[in-house]
């Protein structure tokens, strides 16, 4: 009888290629965690997950789902794993879940949170977990220019050009930004993202931070609808997937946490 089981899963992007499975042995989130949990139902297991994150995307709420064949405890994908998976991914929880889940398709909202270290000094020991910005940035017209963002729109003009969705539209449920010490957070929780599309909206509120740009350019871009017109695509560095909502009847625990610097 096959059973569905649904993962909540972290891991430093540092190291890896991005999640998804490719060609010539590259290091990805799902071709580490992968042969893991085959081994561990006895038979070969395809995962997906609610967001493929890209090189250097870190994730402290994924959540992932596989089918399997044979019978285990639940607490065999969280110790199990835990004890064959490399340092930089762990498992938080495992739950049985009905076979119309899908950690992609039953998703309700994602949140991603982006980190900028903005001071004259890059970081060290952070070096690949936030973005360093060393101009000063203004916080306040940031925060005015994305709210442009919110609701449903078209997000063309912060799609990347290699995006495969079959259209640009999302609805964008909150974007808030703040600053504690040298840090500033960006947190964005959307229905669904486009490849991309955080780390070029955060670029394009960059130019508005260092006054390249006014306050009301996103809108402008928005409405434009031009990936060309926007930002630079922001570094990679500084992103996390923190978390991932499902219906309730679901039973998933909270997923992820938003990490914190200062």
């Not at 569905?4 to 540092?14: H, Q, T």
């Not at 070969?44 to 967001?51: E, K, L, M, P, T």
């Not at 001071?119 to 916080?139: E, F, G, N």
């Not at 740009?213 to 926007?230: C, F, I, M, S």
Request: with cysteine.
């Amino acid at each position: 009888m096959t059973q569905r089981i649904a993962l909540g899963v972290e891991y430093d992007g540092s190291r890896f290629n991005g999640w998804q499975m490719q060609a010539h042995g590259t290091r990805t989130v799902q071709a580490v965690i992968e042969p893991v949990l085959s081994q561990i139902a006895d038979h070969a297991v395809q995962v997906i997950c609610a967001g493929r994150t890209d090189t250097g995307v870190h994730a402290t709420g994924q959540v992932v789902h596989f089918d399997l064949n044979t019978q285990r405890k639940l607490k065999a994908w969280v110790m199990g794993a835990n004890a064959l998976l490399p340092g930089d991914v762990c498992v938080h929880w495992a739950r049985a879940v009905d076979a119309e889940f899908s950690a992609r398709f039953s998703a309700t909202r994602r949140s991603y949170r982006y980190v900028i270290l903005n001071r004259p000094s890059r970081a060290a020991l952070l070096a690949k977990r936030v973005s360093w910005i060393y101009d000063r940035l203004d916080l306040d017209a940031m925060q005015t220019s994305a709210q442009a963002l919110l609701g449903e729109n078209d997000f063309s003009a912060f799609r990347s050009a290699a995006c495969q969705a079959p259209h640009a539209h999302r609805f964008m449920h909150a974007i808030k930004l703040s600053r504690e010490a040298d840090y500033i957070y960006i947190d964005i929780r959307a229905n669904a993202f486009l490849h991309h599309m955080v780390r070029n909206i955060v670029g394009s509120l960059l130019m508005v931070g260092r006054g390249e740009q006014p306050v009301g350019w996103l809108a402008e871009l928005l409405a434009n609808k031009d990936r060309t017109r926007a930002g630079p695509t922001a570094a990679a560095d500084g992103l996390y997937l923190v978390k991932v909502e499902y219906p309730e009847h679901y039973g998933l625990p909270e997923s992820g946490y938003y990490p914190k610097f200062s």
